[in-house]
């Protein structure tokens, strides 16, 4: 079980947009940058999201992310086919003095 | 260009040992923190292990403390990660990561932003 909390799964058709969640608690989100990671089929992750929501170049200004709280949000809009991978976000967690990650959302273009 | 570059990996016995590298170039890897992430099959990311850049602070998920040894050698541009009395869950893709710094609104923040291909390690009898 994963210490931030995903959806496990999320979807849209072409041109939509879509939000995913990560929830986590005041040692890690609560206190810590979020950073969100794409991984598409077969390949290593790569980051899409930094410090809550920052894009590093070259990620399209479609992707945008938000915090507050202890939780953290992703949202892509005019959704695209190559969009279709698993998303992870991520924190650093004060307690256990090590990065901390949600369990990833699968996502699904219709 | 940046790059990570891991190797090592590959078929061991339960309670065997294997030492992963990873093989920095395109940056000055001597000013770097330095992650250990895995993936076991079908499932999602797990960070393994952290270095500072002197190698004088380590620290590891519970799970592995004990057995995984993390290191790395500057003058080589190389991290490793030494895996002793290796489980069946330790299982799993094995990417080394770079730890980034940003500087955002006076305040520091952090994450890992360069990441290799990975190395599978499979623990089976």
């Known amino acids: 079980q994963s210490v931030l909390t995903q959806p496990p799964s999320a979807s849209g058709t072409p041109g939509q947009r879509v939000t995913i969640s990560c929830s986590g608690s005041?040692?890690?989100?609560?206190?810590?940058?979020v950073n969100w990671y794409q991984q598409l089929p077969g390949t290593a992750p790569k980051l899409l999201i930094y410090?809550?929501?920052q894009r590093p170049s070259g990620v399209p200004d479609r992707f945008s992310g938000s915090k507050s709280g202890t939780s953290a949000s992703l949202a892509i809009s005019g959704l695209q086919s190559e969009d279709e991978a698993d998303y992870y976000c991520?924190?650093?967690?004060?307690?256990?003095?090590?990065?901390?990650f949600g369990g990833g959302t699968k996502l699904t273009v219709l | 260009e940046v790059q990570l570059v891991e190797s090592g990996g590959g078929l061991v016995q339960p309670g065997g040992s294997l030492r992963l590298s990873c093989a920095a170039s395109?940056?000055?890897?001597?000013?770097?923190?330095m992650s250990w992430v895995r993936q076991a099959p079908g499932k999602g990311l797990e960070w393994v292990a952290n270095?500072?850049?002197?190698?004088?602070?380590?620290y590891y998920v519970d799970s592995v403390k004990g057995r995984f040894i993390i290191s790395r050698d500057n003058a080589k541009n190389s991290l490793y990660l030494q895996m002793n009395s290796l489980r069946a869950e330790d299982t799993a893709v094995y990417y080394c990561?770079?730890?980034?710094?940003?500087?955002?609104?006076?305040?520091?923040?952090?994450?890992?932003?360069?990441w290799g291909q990975g190395t599978t390690v499979t623990v089976s009898s």
């Open positions: 270095i500072k850049q002197d190698g004088s602070e380590k």
């Open positions: 395109g940056f000055t890897f001597s000013t770097y923190w």
């Open positions: 990561a770079r730890v980034q710094q940003w500087l955002v609104s006076e305040y520091y923040h952090y994450g890992m932003d360069v």
């Open positions: 991520a924190a650093w967690d004060d307690s256990l003095n090590g990065w901390v």
């Open positions: 005041s040692s890690n989100i609560g206190s810590n940058a």
């Open positions: 410090s809550n929501n």
